[in-house]
């Protein structure tokens, strides 16, 4: 059975930091496009950033400069470092992965609030 099972959230006060991880088990996704998506309360799902099976990166939007994603294909095993949180990225964020089909992790709260 192929699962993304992400972990890392939690509260944080704003310009606090979080590195959430996704595990992905069930085959290997060292060939996977690997992303990260949000939800924030009310308003649609979002693409964050991405990272590709050579470990080339794209980041979108406000997370530019603040957040960092990586994989560590040895341990099929992807993170989202994020710093200087803002109340705006309070979100589910979600793990994709993505090749010949897509899988989706169950998600992470982060809440960044004082």
């Known amino acids: 059975q192929v699962q993304l099972v992400e972990s890392g959230g939690g509260l944080v006060q704003p310009g606090g930091s979080l590195n959430l991880s996704c595990a992905a088990s069930?085959?290997?996704?060292?060939?996977?496009?690997m992303y990260w998506h949000r939800q924030p309360p009310g308003k649609e799902r979002e693409p964050v950033a991405f990272i590709l099976p050579g470990g080339a990166t794209t980041y979108i939007g406000s997370v530019k400069g603040r957040f960092t994603i990586s994989r560590d294909n040895a341990l099929n095993m992807f993170y989202l470092q994020m710093n200087n949180l803002r109340p705006k990225d309070t979100a589910i964020y979600y793990c994709?992965?993505?090749?010949?089909?897509?899988?989706w992790g169950q998600g992470t709260q982060v809440t960044v609030s004082s």
């Open positions: 994709k992965g993505v090749a010949e089909k897509g899988y």
């Open positions: 069930g085959r290997d996704f060292s060939g996977f496009t």
